[in-house]
């Protein structure tokens, strides 16, 4: 008994604490195309506030940019704004994109990253 109680309160914690953070702010699609191209490579994090998987994709987001801030790394709602779903080839959400400093796509990912994927990431793309 106490051991399903200690799974219980864990899982019931866990559920709390990532309750408690935040999804990474959204920008909004015309100022982060202003970002782009602009010789430094950013990170577009594309989906919903309403969609749990991108919750949970934001939340992650957020944490990494609590711990750096510097990192151009932006969330495009396109619930709110459809043409941007469009413009950038959205099939799914989430969806994760990496633009070079020239604009040009060197990645795309769709669904939600590990932590230790999206560290991988960063340390690859934007970390420079």
């Not at 400093?101 to 590990?114: A, C, D, I, Q, S």
Request: proline fraction near 4%.
């Amino acid at each position: 008994m106490m051991k399903k109680t200690m799974v219980l309160l864990t899982v019931l914690m866990t559920t709390y604490l990532w309750a408690e953070v935040p999804m990474l702010q959204e920008t909004p699609f015309a100022q982060v195309s202003k970002q782009i191209g602009k010789g430094k490579n950013v990170m577009l994090e594309v989906g919903s506030d309403s969609c749990r998987s991108c919750q949970v994709m934001g939340r992650r987001l957020h944490m990494v940019k609590l711990e750096h801030p510097e990192y151009p790394i932006f969330f495009v709602n396109v619930k709110k704004e459809r043409e941007a779903a469009y413009k950038l080839k959205i099939q799914m959400i989430p969806t994760q994109i990496i633009l070079d400093g020239n604009g040009k796509e060197v990645y795309r990912h769709v669904g939600v990253l590990k932590m230790d994927e999206l560290d991988a990431l960063l340390k690859q793309y934007i970390a420079n």
